[in-house]
Nanobody, 116 residues
């Protein structure tokens, strides 16, 4: 079955960096666009970034553009989110996501807290 497992979150200070990882299994990883979303308490889930099958095309939400970088390693079935210059507004649970044949699968999420 399709599974996504995020890791790498934590409590960090503003201006620092984190790298999130998402381990994928149960599907042909290299054939699908992968995305990252985040959700802060009391807010709706927000799309953060997406990456095409080979990684040639990357897209970002305006709120993270220039600070976050998405990447993938198809040999390892991994997708990453490098988060730099973190701001308190980035505090959220971060989820990776894949949609196969119209069905969306989310990971369990990893908490990122940016606080001084």
């Amino acid at each position: 079955q399709v599974q996504l497992v995020e890791s790498g979150g934590g409590l960090v200070q503003p201006g620092t960096s984190l790298r999130l990882s998402c381990a994928a299994s149960g599907f042909a990883f290299s054939q699908y666009t992968m995305t990252w979303y985040r959700q802060a308490p009391g807010k709706e889930r927000e799309w953060v970034a997406g990456i095409s099958r080979i990684g040639f095309t990357k897209n970002y939400a305006d709120s993270v553009k220039g600070r976050f970088s998405i990447s993938r390693d198809n040999a390892k079935n991994m997708v990453y989110l490098q988060m730099n210059s973190l701001k308190p507004e980035d505090t959220a649970v971060y989820y990776c996501e894949v949609t196969l044949s119209g069905t969306t699968t989310w990971g369990q999420g990893t908490q990122v807290t940016v606080s001084s």
